[in-house]
């Protein structure tokens, strides 16, 4: 149980393109899903806080109108990148995080999205 | 301000066991996590700990939570070659939308 899956998996696109992500758990709903950035050797930064049917809460630095986030139901979130430059090129990894709370809070991931951006 | 902090390479030999230490700072954290994360791919929760807890074993893994200390570690008996993978410490803070905070994760190279 508790499964989460990313589309696309991987991704490369010209610069100046938008890429949506797509973030689906599987087998259970999600009031809450997150997205997370991952750069090579690091760890992963939270990018925004994403509840079903309101606006998501982003985190200093990262800009709402370039990541575009929408929750529209108990089990997809969609990530966006708008105008897509090279520097955005990164690992997109979502997690969600269930409804019901018997798994201590916990947050399943997402295989993550390879963005590649030329 | 909160802070994951682990070291980031641990090398050990088939069949040892294998300690991966994380020390945290906010001591409002609720819970405690261990991610794995191969190449590649997602990260994969491997267990969690309250906070109020001391100790939690499963199968090959244990955890122990210093929280005097704000120490947690990891440990994996009889590692083998498919646990190498970079682990991640991370806490959940109480009274937050279940955001987590992830230390910069330890890279456990395993040798045959």
């Known amino acids: 149980g508790a499964v989460v899956s990313q589309h696309p998996s991987r991704v490369i696109c010209k610069s100046g393109t938008s890429v949506k992500i797509e973030c689906r758990s599987l087998d259970f709903q999600a009031t809450t899903m997150f997205w997370y950035r991952q750069f090579p050797k690091q760890s992963l930064m939270l990018m925004a806080t994403s509840n079903e049917g309101s606006k998501a809460t982003y985190e200093q630095g990262v800009e709402k109108d370039k990541f575009l986030i929408n929750h529209a139901s108990l089990t997809l979130s969609t990530l966006t990148v708008t105008s897509a430059h090279p520097e955005d090129s990164s690992f997109y990894i979502c997690s969600a995080r269930p409804f019901l709370r018997e798994f201590a809070d916990t947050q399943y991931f997402g295989p993550g999205t390879r963005l590649t951006v030329l | 301000g909160e802070d994951v902090e682990q070291s980031l390479f641990l090398s050990v030999r088939e069949g040892d066991s294998s300690v991966i230490n994380c020390t945290y700072t906010?001591?409002?954290?609720?819970?405690l996590y261990w991610y794995k994360q191969e190449p590649g791919a997602g990260l994969q929760l491997l267990t969690y700990?309250?906070?109020?807890?001391d100790m939690k074993q499963d199968q090959r893994l244990t955890v122990l939570l210093n929280k005097k200390d704000k120490h947690l570690s990891l440990r994996i008996a009889d590692t083998q070659t498919g646990d190498s993978a970079i682990y991640f410490c991370a806490e959940s803070m109480r009274g937050s939308q279940g955001n987590l905070i992830f230390g910069k994760g330890t890279k456990l190279s395993v040798k045959p």
């Open positions: 906010d001591s409002s954290s609720t819970y």
């Open positions: 700990i309250f906070s109020n807890m």
